[in-house]
């Protein structure tokens, strides 16, 4: 990424979801970007994660290429 000036990340479509007080998932779309907004790639991403003492913690990530701009045109189930 830094041999392609990427400077920063535009989330261009984002749900989160809780399961109950302990558990939900997150699923987004980045943009990762150089600094005159053009675009080095496009992911969609969906993470499980939990509760603990501290904090969040991510459980399991799967992410993949697209040139989708929805959610609801990735995952079957957003």
Known sequence: MQAQQYTHTVALDRHVKGY???AGSIDVI??????DETEIERRA???DI?????GWRVVTVAGTLTDRTSLSEIWETV
């Open 20 to 22: 109950n007080s302990n």
């Open 30 to 35: 980045w943009s990762r970007r150089r600094e």
């Open 45 to 47: 991403v969906h993470f």
């Open 50 to 54: 939990h509760r603990i003492g501290q």
